[in-house]
Every structure is written in C-alpha cells, then in structure tokens.
C-alpha cells in the first residue's frame, strides 16, 4: 500500500532552525515534493527532490534518502512569514501525487 | 512560469444554486488539471482528475453527478457544483500539470489561488 506521513504540528522561534519529517511508503516511487500553504491560500511549490541528498535553495532545503522513505525540509533563519502549513506529497508510479496531511508551522518571536 | 489563475475567488450563493468555478493555466498548456477541496484546518482532499477532451476520473466518495468537472481545452477547465448546499461550502483549488521546465518534471502541479464557495 501506500502511505506518507508528517508530523500536525511544529512551533519553532524566530531566527532559529526547524527541520520538518516526511515518510512515506510506495512500491513505485517518481519523487517527493515539499509545498507551502498560509492559511487561507493555495499551496506554493517549494521544492522537488528525485535523487537521494540534499537539495539547498536560499534559506530552505530538502533531503531525500529513497532507501528510508524519508525527506525532510530544513527552514532556516526562521521568520515570521514562515508561519504556514507544508505538505509533503511523493509521486507514484502512476506520476499521481500523494498528499500528507501537512504540518502546521508556528513562529514564536 | 507556470501561472494557473482560478475565477471567481469568492462566491456566496443561495442554496440549490449551481455555482460554476473556472481553472485556467495561463502560460502553458495544461494536460492535466485535479480539482481539490479543503476544509478549515484539513488536508487537501483530491476530488477529480481531468484530461483534456475527456471524461474527469472522480476520487471515491465524490459525486459526478453533483460535482460536474469540463475540460474543454488544454488551458480551461471547470468545476460546477449542482445544487449547491451549505455542506458543500469549502475552499476549492484546482492544480495544473503539464508545464514546460529544465528542472521539474512535467508532472509538477501548479496551483491555483483557490475559490472560496460560502453557500446560504
């Protein structure tokens, strides 16, 4: 079967580091995307990963190991205007796209 | 880029109301386009998939009768939700793939800004 999974919830401080899970369970595997959603809107691609290892873009990042079913997006230099959902979603065999339920993001100042 | 707009952006209706909501991919042909519905704090819930000239595949759970989906064009596809009613008020979000880039792969969705349906 499938299935992928992140965590409900995170809160992280302003200016510091949070690192975001995302496993997940496939037998045929074209991927792992990483998504940005603020309340009220629609989500924004953020990242794309294919290849094992880490893929840095400014102030966020994404890693992928295949072998562990496992991604993770890194945020660094927190700010405010981080605060969002971010959905993890893994491509399948079929080039459809999976969805995690999201985890919710919470900057404190 | 890969632009996808979504009209309207906000629609309140009347009860058993048909609403109309249009997708479309501004600077790229859309060869696919997936209608979403997602509830306040929710995941995103896959409705439908639709490929140009042909008939939507619906997600178990969703009625094709109710929510009738038309993709007439490579850039232009509709969702018209029939009969409306006040459970049917969410905020719908179409995604299109089929955009052109050296580093994504073609099957990458693109979202539109969502339509936020408030039924009466």
């Known amino acids: 079967g499938q299935n992928i999974d992140q965590p409900t919830e995170m809160t992280a401080t302003e200016g510091a580091i949070v690192q975001i899970n995302c496993t997940y369970q496939?037998?045929?595997?074209?991927?792992l995307f990483w998504y940005q959603q603020h309340a009220g809107e629609a989500p924004t691609f953020l990242s794309y990963n294919v290849l094992d290892g880490l893929e840095e873009k400014g102030r966020f990042s994404s890693f992928l190991s295949r072998s562990k079913g496992y991604s993770y997006l890194l945020l660094k230099e927190l700010q405010m205007k981080d605060s969002a959902s971010y959905l993890c979603a893994f491509m399948d065999s079929n080039y459809q796209l999976i969805w995690g339920a999201g985890t919710k993001l919470i900057i404190k100042p | 880029g890969a632009v996808v707009s979504q009209h309207p952006s906000w629609v309140i209706c009347k009860s058993g109301t048909s609403v109309k909501i249009e997708c479309r991919s501004l600077?790229?042909?859309?060869?696919?386009m997936f209608w979403y519905r997602q509830f306040p704090k929710q995941s995103l819930m896959l409705m439908a998939t639709?490929?140009?000239?042909?008939?939507?595949?619906?997600e178990q759970g969703v009625e094709k009768d109710k929510f009738l989906i038309n993709h007439a064009s490579l850039t232009l596809s509709t969702l018209t939700v029939t009969s409306a009613h006040p459970e049917d008020s969410s905020f719908y979000i179409c995604?299109?793939?089929?955009?052109?880039?050296?580093?994504?792969?073609?099957?990458?969705?693109?979202f539109g800004p969502g339509t936020r349906l408030l039924v009466l």
């Open positions: 639709s490929n140009e000239g042909s008939k939507a595949t619906y």
């Open positions: 600077d790229f042909q859309a060869t696919t």
């Open positions: 995604s299109a793939r089929g955009g052109t880039s050296q580093t994504l792969p073609q099957e990458t969705q693109y």
């Open positions: 496939t037998s045929g595997f074209n991927g």
